[in-house]
Antibody, heavy 115, light 107 residues
Framework: EVQLVESGGDLVQPGGSLRLSCAASGFSFSIYWMTWVRQAPGKGLEWVAN????????WYVDSVKGRFTISRDNAKNSLYLQMNSLRVEDTAVYYC????????WGQGTLVTVSS | DIQMTQSPSSLSASLGDRVTITCRAS??????LAWFQQKPGKAPRSLIYAASSLHNGVPSKFSGTGSGTEFILTISSLQPEDFATYYC?????????FGPGTKVDIK
């Protein structure tokens, strides 16, 4: 069974940093693209970034370019999202998802950016 | 960026109804279109990819059609577990973009 477990969400001040992690199990992590999607409170889904199976390609939505970095460690079956220069508008539940064409989702982790 | 729109934004339906949701892309995306279901407080669930292919375990009451700029999600006979918000997403070009969602509730 595919399992994706996010962690690292927290309350952080504007301008601060946070690193999200996603622990994957139940599938061959190293052969799949992985994706981050977020959802602001009461709002719709927003695609944030994805990364190729070997980490050689990374794509971002414009609003996070230069501030967020997606990465992975295939030896640890883990996906990461380093978030710097956080803004109030980054407040959201962040979901880890399997594949470029998302097939499976984690349960999400809440990031709150507020002073 | 490719803009995705959905209509209606919400609908009320009865058990057993056939429901259709339309998703439109601002430019042609071939069949690079996915559909997702989300219930309140829960993670999304993947339903359909490539406009019409069902993910493993998704019941056949869900179906998708379309290509280019117009796509349709159909639920053939609405059941209590189908009341949710449905999102489309294009993955033809970056950044991948979602539609604003269609909320399906009970009449």
């Amino acid at each position: 069974e595919v399992q994706l477990v996010e962690s690292g969400g927290d309350l952080v001040q504007p301008g601060g940093s946070l690193r999200l992690s996603c622990a994957a199990s139940g599938f061959s992590f190293s052969i799949y693209w992985m994706t981050w999607v977020r959802q602001a409170p009461g709002k719709g889904l927003e695609w944030v970034a994805n990364i190729k199976d070997d980490g050689s390609e990374k794509w971002y939505v414009d609003s996070v370019k230069g501030r967020f970095t997606i990465s992975r460690d295939n030896a640890k079956n883990s996906l990461y999202l380093q978030m710097n220069s956080l803004r109030v508008e980054d407040t959201a539940v962040y979901y880890c998802a399997r594949s470029k064409v998302v097939a499976s989702w984690g349960q999400g982790t809440l990031v709150t950016v507020s002073s | 960026d490719i803009q995705m729109t959905q209509s209606p934004s919400s609908l009320s339906a009865s058990l057993g109804d056939r429901v259709t949701i339309t998703c439109r892309a601002s430019q042609g995306i071939s069949n690079s279109l996915a559909w997702f279901q989300q219930k309140p407080g829960k993670a999304p669930r993947s339903l359909i990819y490539a406009a019409s292919s069902l993910h493993n375990g998704v019941p056949s009451k869900f179906s998708g059609t379309g290509s280019g700029t117009e796509f349709i999600l159909t639920i053939s006979s609405l059941q209590p577990e189908d009341f949710a918000t449905y999102y489309c997403q294009q993955y033809n070009s970056y950044p991948f973009t979602f539609g604003p969602g269609t909320k399906v509730d009970i009449k």
